[in-house]
């Protein structure tokens, strides 16, 4: 008996061991599943049975100094099928009862057909190429009206994939600086490629934890990465006056047969670039319409030789650096020969007896020739780069020219051929963007003060938070008060007896204005007998608020600067109007130009 029991108690031992072996080898196996790879294995299983989708980052608008809106972004959707499944199906009767009713293919295929305005047999066909395919293109990008349409169908075998498209509701105005994406959204030119970092948005995703059917399960998506929205840039420039600009621009290109042209506004006081207009212009919803040539911002991009608008700069300088009063006197003849240089006036004349303030209302190249000889050739370059000319603006804009003020390899003013020295006093010989111009301008209407230019007033985000926005400056005092002053009363001449008077004049408003006509190099070294015309002033001339510059290239029935004046006339009025700026209350001090 003792035998027995013994041997039982053992047989018992052992399978209280056996089975507490087994337990502990499930325990294991429980703890490693449900704790040790308990992440990897739930990830696992998620991805088995859960669906994954894009959450679109939505780009950024821009916008102009008002706020209205010349980009923005738009959905598109893509409509897509899984042949695979593409059969009869139910869904509720159109009464709102809770009866199914069976919805063969064909007709599916109809409706889906009239709600995208296409053929049913173009959708069958594409439907049928792979009847085992998961995967078909039915549309790749239909509006939301389409969209919501074909969604109210409840097809189940239809996907649809949200995509972006950019609209820009304003057309070409702005266009050259707006700039444009490509077909794949990526940032072109202008604005939407300078200001990529703040438009561009950042896709999120979520995941939908599906049946065995592949059928979203409702109330089971979780999102995982949030997508987050770009920023909204806004521009200083005014849409309507530079609506306005490119349209009168547009005009006078046309009716002097000319290649092209500029306009640019600028806010004296500010330095903000209110019009940066252009003709040609690119129309950023149909860019292929436009010749590649003028699909960028050439008001930032193309240098050029300014010619007699210079001569303001020169002559401010001068009077700056007591090398000058608007009185000083030169005998000035048709024919200028100093070393190896030879200048003459745009038209034939007798010496005559001008004062700085003649020189300039005359565009006299020998009388400013002449009178520069009083200034170091070292000293007029460094106001050159005191007004910031060869060197970018601070506006960064992409593929911007920081233009030429010494010809390639050479070291310094100096070094220069006599023939250049005097041709820059007059604007030949060194080139400067239409941007760096105004900007010039801008500091001689501004009591002498260059302020830094600005096109962006920053990048403004969904918290109402602002970055990038221009640092405040006082800017720099580039010339005296006094030697600004005397410059603009010397261009009123220009506005009052210049030989384009009769073009400038504003009722009720002083005018100080500048006439330029450049010749322009042929691409080898030489002048090749077209021109530039131009004229550059600001308004009201005892109080400067605005400074307007025109560049009209090539043109063929007038090549002086009247091809360029009524464009400065009617958008200096306009930008008047539009800013309801007082009228000139004090007279023109009516400078001697003769002695």
């Given at each position: ?122 959708i069958t066909a594409i439907l049928d190429a792979d009847p085992t395919s998961r995967y078909a293109l039915i549309a790749k990008s239909v509006d939301v009206s389409t969209y919501n349409a074909v969604r109210a169908l409840d097809i189940p075998w239809l996907y649809y994939k949200a995509d972006q ?431």
């Open positions: 008996m003792r035998s027995t029991s013994r041997t039982t108690r053992g047989r018992v031992a052992i399978a209280v061991l056996i089975i507490m072996a087994v337990v502990s080898v499930f325990v294991v196996r429980l703890v490693d599943i449900q704790v040790v790879q308990a992440d990897s294995l739930n990830t696992e299983s998620l991805a088995s049975r859960s669906d994954s989708t894009v959450t679109l980052g939505t780009r950024g608008d821009i916008v102009d100094a008002n706020g209205v809106v010349l980009a923005t972004s738009i959905l598109r959707y893509a409509i897509e099928a899984d042949p695979s499944a593409a059969e009869s199906f139910k869904r509720p009767a159109a009464d709102g009862s809770k009866t199914q009713v069976e919805v063969p293919k064909q007709q599916a295929v109809a409706e889906l057909a009239t709600a995208m305005k296409l053929d049913p047999a173009a498209s950019r609209s820009y509701p304003n057309g070409s105005v702005a266009g050259n600086i707006v700039g444009f994406v490509g077909g794949d959204g990526q940032a072109q030119a202008g604005t939407e490629l300078t200001e990529d970092k703040c438009l561009a948005g950042t896709n999120g995703s979520e995941v939908t934890q599906t049946g065995e059917d592949g059928t979203g399960i409702p109330g089971s998506t979780v999102t995982t990465q949030q997508a987050v929205d770009g920023g909204t840039v806004q521009l200083t420039i005014n849409s309507d006056l530079q609506y306005f600009a490119q349209e009168a621009l547009a005009q006078r290109v046309t009716e002097v047969g000319a290649e092209s042209g500029t306009v640019m506004v600028t806010e004296a006081k500010t330095g903000k670039i209110l019009t940066a207009a252009e003709y040609p212009t690119v129309d950023p919803n149909n860019v292929d319409a436009t010749d590649p040539e003028y699909r960028g911002a050439k008001v930032f991009s193309d240098p050029f030789e300014p010619g007699s608008t210079f001569k303001s700069i020169t002559a401010a300088s001068l009077i700056d650096a007591g090398a000058a009063t608007t009185a000083s006197q030169v005998l000035a003849p048709y024919e200028y020969k100093s070393g190896n240089a030879v200048i003459h006036d745009s038209f034939f004349h007798d010496p005559m007896r001008w004062t700085l303030t003649g020189v300039i209302e005359q565009s006299s190249n020998t009388g400013i020739s002449m009178l520069s000889n009083n200034m170091p050739i070292d000293q007029r370059w460094d106001y050159m780069r005191k007004f910031h000319l060869g060197q970018q603006t601070e506006v960064g804009f992409v593929g911007e020219d920081s233009g030429d003020i010494l010809p390639g390899g050479v070291a310094g003013p100096s070094d220069l051929d006599d023939q250049t020295v005097y041709n820059t006093t007059f604007g030949q010989g060194l080139t400067v963007t239409a941007v760096q111009l105004a900007s010039a301008y801008q500091a001689i209407a501004n009591n002498g003060v260059r302020l830094p230019v600005e096109l962006f007033e920053g990048c403004k985000h969904d918290d109402g938070s602002v970055t990038d926005a221009p640092a405040a400056s006082t800017g720099e005092q580039v010339i005296s008060a006094q030697a600004a002053q005397d410059t603009v009363h010397m261009m009123e001449s220009v506005a009052t007896t210049g030989y384009a008077a009769s073009a400038l004049k504003i009722p009720g408003y002083r005018v100080s204005a500048k006439t330029g006509t450049a010749e322009m190099s042929n691409g080898d070294g030489a002048y090749g007998g077209a021109y530039l015309t131009s004229m550059a002033g600001m308004a009201p001339s005892d109080d400067p608020q605005y400074v307007v510059s025109v560049t009209i290239r090539k043109p063929v029935t007038i090549t002086s600067g009247l091809a360029a004046a009524p464009v400065f006339q009617k958008v200096m009025s306009q930008a008047l109007k539009t800013y309801r700026v007082q009228p000139s209350t004090v007279p023109a001090p009516n400078l001697p130009t003769t002695y």
